[in-house]
């Protein structure tokens, strides 16, 4: 029997959509699908020629069903195979199972946004240009095979697939980019409000604290010898001697001895609470007093000075208006998605692992309505 009554659809993968053993698919749909093309143009083929008719049998059943339109098991081991065979150089046993299951389950979610964006362009009649088709091809034939034409064409055929299977994929994935952006297009709107308000929030972000440029000689012998060392190098220096050179060759401080005593550009997180109060009262090209501490004895050199600066909302504004109109273009997407998610047919066939195992994901909710019934 055939499915005929729709359900408010809804779908889990326990996280599978985020992340998929690193492989992200939902988060910019768009380009994976874009990918995945690439993918078949240089990559070794994800489906075998001499596969075994069992195996020809199954990639041809029906994955999900998405209103009218059908994703068969094929489609979704074009979006995952090559995946699939670097998963199973990485993971083995129970753990590749879950990652092959994971990875075609985001599949399945994928290809039916995919059909649902498709079939909402063409409920709308809208129409789009065969010669961007012609010109993304083009393209990618010129990138990658220096615009040898018949070289695409054999590794496609080492693929299995013909220049019109890749020229149909590559259609439907520039249409799904274009149905999305014009989705963000419409919905995203960024007032001067969030703007301000982001910025008070992620003040931080746009602030720098305080830095000195150090140097630092420090002398590990205790006692009055130890402390008489550390006021011969300071009158050293007073007398015109210079601290990185002294530092190289008197500190002890195996870290920095060999870099002239340099510690770098640090703020007052970097030393201990003694150390940092001396070393940020101290003036550009001044030099501290003997400081006697645990044992040891310091001298500190401050070469360079920044105070704290904090950028203004004018400086940051365009970066946070491009951030924020990212964030909420994805959020209007999701909704936009979710809209056609709600109003469609969706039926969802288990999905296979490597194990053999058939796990089902939703079903309707009358058993029989299955359409491999």
Not at 250 to 272: C, M, V
Not at 353 to 361: K, P, R
């Amino acid at each position: 029997m055939s499915p005929n009554v729709p359900f408010p659809f809804t779908l889990t993968f326990r996280g599978a959509l985020l992340n998929c053993g690193g492989f992200v698919l939902t988060a910019y749909p768009a380009m994976i699908r874009r990918l995945v093309l690439v993918s078949l143009l240089i990559l070794l083929p994800a489906l075998a020629q001499n596969r075994a008719s069992a195996e020809e049998q199954v990639l041809n059943g029906i994955a999900a069903v998405v209103n009218s339109d059908v994703i068969t098991y094929s489609e979704v081991q074009e979006l995952v195979g090559t995946r699939e065979k670097s998963l199973e150089e990485t993971y083995k046993g129970q753990d590749l199972a879950d990652k092959v299951r994971d990875l075609r389950l985001a599949a399945v979610q994928l290809l039916i946004d995919d059909k649902l964006i498709l079939q909402e362009f063409n409920k709308n009649k809208y129409s789009f240009p065969d010669y961007y088709v012609d010109q993304d091809i083009q393209s990618r034939i010129k990138e990658q095979f220096g615009g040898d034409r018949a070289a695409c064409i054999r590794t496609l055929a080492a693929q299995g697939m013909t220049m019109e299977r890749f020229r149909e994929m590559d259609k439907d994935n520039l249409i799904v980019a274009a149905m999305r952006r014009r989705s963000i297009q419409i919905n995203t709107i960024v007032s001067p409000q969030k703007i301000q308000e982001y910025y008070e929030k992620n003040l931080a972000t746009y602030s720098t604290a305080a830095q000195v440029h150090l140097r630092m000689i420090v002398l590990k012998e205790n006692g009055q010898a130890g402390k008489q060392m550390a006021e011969e190098l300071r009158q050293k220096y007073l007398g015109g001697a210079d601290f990185g050179k002294l530092a190289e060759m008197y500190s002890e401080d195996t870290a920095t001895a060999g870099n002239d005593g340099d510690w770098g550009w640090i703020d007052e997180r970097t030393l201990n609470d003694t150390l940092t109060k001396i070393a940020f009262s101290l003036k550009p090209g001044s030099i501290s007093d003997v400081v006697d501490m645990a044992g040891s004895y310091y001298l500190l050199y401050v070469q360079e000075r920044k105070d704290a600066s904090t950028q203004p909302l004018s400086a940051v504004h365009d970066a946070i208006e491009h951030q924020l109109v990212e964030e909420e273009g994805q959020k209007a997407e999701e909704k936009w998605i979710s809209g056609l998610r709600k109003k469609a047919y969706i039926w969802i066939d288990g999905i296979t692992n490597n194990d053999g195992v058939v796990t089902q994901e939703h079903t309707p909710s009358d058993a029989d309505s299955s359409p491999t019934n």
